[in-house]
Nanobody, 124 residues
């Protein structure tokens, strides 16, 4: 059984930064891609970013240039560095392990393990 635990959320002012971490159990974590999703109040969960097993990233347009996804396979950890935060970034952020090593997908069914989420609140 794989467990994912997110941390690093909090309250920040518009323009500020946060770094989210996603720590996974399991020795094969480095074989898989990982995605970050977010869910704002009253909204559907939204795909945000993706990193392949080889570190190749993908971002949705609204976060390009502001968010950076990275991974440290030795620590079984994926990070999401979020800069220039906006109130529209307010959401619960989730990490999820992809069923694939490198196939970029924003479809939730392509991910088999999910964390519990961490709240990010950006004040104006």
């Amino acid at each position: 059984q794989v467990q994912l635990v997110e941390s690093g959320g909090g309250l920040v002012q518009s323009g500020g930064s946060l770094r989210l971490s996603c720590v996974a159990s399991g020795r094969t974590f480095s074989w898989y891609a990982v995605g970050w999703f977010r869910q704002a109040p009253g909204m559907e969960r939204e795909f945000v970013a993706f990193i392949g097993w080889n570190g190749v990233p993908y971002y949705i347009d609204s976060v390009k240039g502001r968010f950076t996804i990275s991974r440290d396979n030795a620590k079984n950890t994926v990070y999401l560095q979020m800069n220039s935060l906006k109130p529209d970034d307010t959401a619960v952020y989730y990490c999820a392990r992809s069923r694939s090593a490198s196939y970029v997908s924003g479809v939730e069914s392509e991910y088999d393990y999910w964390g519990q989420g961490t709240q990010v609140t950006v004040s104006s």
